[in-house]
């Protein structure tokens, strides 16, 4: 059973986490490569939305809109920061959460399970 498989496979398409079944030295450099696209690309766009504030900006609301981009961008970005310095922690804990003291035994459990992911989606 995949814990947070739907999380997994949306930090996975954005670039945040390699997948684990990944062994593969091909892979891993792949998806370094489509990472690094992705970060040049979130931060290029950040950095043109500050210098959109301080070159372009004529009137309140136009000021008003950049700054709203920019500090949403800026707080994607110190985000996907803060998941790449802890992917090992986020493993290590979806490992525990498959293993034995949270693994369903039963099928009560499992039922349990299944309907909170349900819930989670």
Known sequence: MHILKLTRTICMITGCFRPQSWTSLFKWIIYDIYRLYV?????????????????????PNDFTNNLNMMLNMSASCYKFYIASLSYKNI????????????????????????????IIR
């Open 39 to 59: 970060i040049s690309m979130m931060y290029t766009f950040t950095f043109s939305q500050i210098m959109d504030i301080v070159i372009n900006v004529d009137n």
């Open 91 to 118: 493993v290590t804990l979806i490992n525990y959460l498959t293993e034995e003291p949270f693994k369903p035994l039963d099928l009560d459990e499992i039922k349990i399970r299944r309907q909170y992911d349900k």
